[in-house]
């Protein structure tokens, strides 16, 4: 069994920044596609950022040119850098693979964004 674990959110006022971490047990991050998701209260989950196990990112519009995200396969972990923050980025940050199948997902990681 995969555990996952989300790590960097907070609370950070309109035009601030957040670095958020994954890490995983088990299993080797570099053999998977990756990607960052966020789900706001009463809205479905939606991926925010997306790294395949070349390097190539994707992005929705919502987030391009904001989020940056990365990963460092020595040590088994993806990192999501955010960048002036907007109230509607206001969720809960989970990480998985993205690829067909996802592992149990993680308590995830709360950001909120309000002055």
């Known amino acids: 069994q995969v555990q996952l674990v989300e790590s960097g959110g907070g609370l950070v006022q309109p035009g601030g920044s957040l670095r958020l971490s994954c890490a995983a047990s088990?299993?080797?991050?570099?053999?998977?596609?990756m990607g960052w998701y966020r789900q706001a209260p009463g809205k479905v989950r939606e991926q925010v950022a997306f790294?395949?196990?070349?390097?190539?990112?994707k992005y929705p519009d919502s987030v391009t040119g904001r989020f940056t995200i990365s990963r460092d396969n020595a040590k088994n972990m993806v990192y999501l850098q955010m960048n002036n923050l907007k109230p509607e980025d206001t969720a809960v940050y989970y990480c998985?693979?993205?690829?067909?199948?996802?592992?149990?997902w993680g308590q995830g990681t709360q950001v909120t964004v309000s002055s």
């Open positions: 998985n693979r993205a690829d067909a199948l996802r592992w149990v």
């Open positions: 088990r299993y080797i991050f570099s053999v998977f596609p």
């Open positions: 790294i395949s196990t070349g390097g190539s990112i």
